[in-house]
């Protein structure tokens, strides 16, 4: 993976380093990390722009990858062809979200030499959050995210062709409390 430190601050005791860290070719995205100044421990990913979860992170004594995913911050379009596109191509963009976390997670380890990543997605993210905990619990350590459903087959059966898979044939392998019991690290809760 590809990063690329673009610039540096500080305001004593805190540091921020900008970073592009590229998850896969062609894929840019912008970062902050952010920490007290002299002090090396856990990095906590944060999806998005969620100044009350840094906040809580930072407090709790730990440092923040705070990041952009694909396709969402400042180029986000609105919801138009380009959701659609994403999910005919066979790359949905909760999929393409939790490989983005993934990269971060494995940027943090052997980039910022973090010990330990955790990932804190109570916002739109958690479903993505929640697949990139299963798919990599060796990087992400821990966590706590929310998510809209307590099954996917109840969202099927709920919501009928409106509930198209995020991950092609995720459904026929796996269901959410499967996905929970493979990231022992995680806290999952559910918010309608």
Not at 34 to 51: C, E
Not at 135 to 149: F, R, T
Not at 156 to 170: E, F, H, I, S, Y
């Amino acid at each position: 993976m590809k990063a690329e430190k673009v610039g540096h601050d500080e305001i004593l005791p805190w540091f921020a380093e900008f970073w592009i860290i590229e998850p896969e070719p062609g894929i840019r995205l912008p970062a902050i990390w952010i920490g007290k100044k002299g002090t090396a421990g856990p990095i906590t990913l944060v999806p998005g722009r969620d100044s009350s979860t840094i906040e809580r992170a930072l407090r709790a004594g730990r440092q923040v990858l705070a990041f952009d995913l694909r396709g969402a911050g400042e180029i986000a379009g609105g919801q138009g062809s380009v959701v659609n596109r994403a999910w005919f191509v066979g790359r949905p963009w909760p999929g393409m979200w939790a490989m983005d976390l993934i990269q971060a997670a494995r940027f943090c380890r052997n980039r910022l030499s973090s010990p330990s990543v955790s990932l804190d997605a109570e916002n739109a993210y958690g479903w993505s959050a929640l697949l990139a905990g299963a798919a990599a619990p060796d990087l992400i350590a821990s966590g706590s995210v929310h998510i809209s459903w307590e099954s996917l087959h109840a969202d099927v059966r709920a919501r009928g062709d409106q509930a198209l898979t995020d991950v092609p044939g995720l459904l026929e392998r796996l269901d959410i409390p499967q996905l929970r019991a493979l990231w022992t690290g995680g806290q999952v809760s559910v918010k309608r």
